[in-house]
């Protein structure tokens, strides 16, 4: 079983300052630490992170509550699937001007390289309990693989909420299927 987590809230702002690494706010560590709770019946043998610094504070959260080790991953780096200018037309017009915007470090040509990655992830993994942190279109773009949906279909894919589960597991084929996409946490009051 893989468990697809976005990390916790950030702190400050936004990242859209460019190089800005945020890690989690106070709110985005109560967060980890309620879906800790939430993982804890679970034999989470590993929590796979991407490299920013939410990603990493987030699996070190869950890391300490489960017991489980912690290993990096550039696989679940942050990324933005933008159509090549062949592929543009999978997408409505109206979003084509948002893709221009997206920061060079984050452009994933088609989604080539989060497609690799997850196919990856899940022939390495599928087999075992792990955690995978990393960000929201990640997550939505990981999921529409799964669904074997159309391109564009990943930004139809949430809101993908902070410290959510998406949890995929095989079926009697051996199959990806979405068990339980975007769950939230309950909050201690």
Request: hydrophobic share 40%; no cysteine; glycine share 8%.
């Amino acid at each position: 079983m893989i468990h697809l987590v976005r990390h916790g809230e950030a702190a400050g702002e936004r990242m859209d300052l460019a190089g800005a690494d945020p890690g989690l706010s106070e709110l985005g560590r109560r967060q980890v630490h309620a879906l800790a709770h939430r993982l804890a019946f679970r034999p989470v043998r590993q929590v796979l992170h991407g490299p920013s610094r939410r990603t990493t504070e987030t699996a070190v959260i869950l890391t300490e509550n489960l017991g489980a080790g912690s290993v990096p991953s550039d696989l679940l780096a942050d990324r933005t699937p933008v159509p090549s200018t062949e592929r543009s037309g999978d997408y409505p017009t109206h979003r084509w001007e948002w893709f221009h915007d997206v920061p060079e470090a984050e452009r994933d040509v088609d989604g080539a390289d989060l497609t690799a990655a997850w196919h990856k992830l899940w022939f390495e993994h599928h087999d075992d309990e792990v955690v995978l942190v990393t960000h929201a279109f990640v997550v939505a773009w990981f999921v529409r693989q799964v669904l074997n949906a159309p391109p564009a279909t990943w930004m139809r894919i949430g809101p993908i909420g902070n410290a959510t589960l998406t949890s995929i597991g095989p079926n009697i084929a051996g199959e990806p299927v979405v068990e339980t996409f975007n769950a939230e946490v309950v909050l201690p009051i």
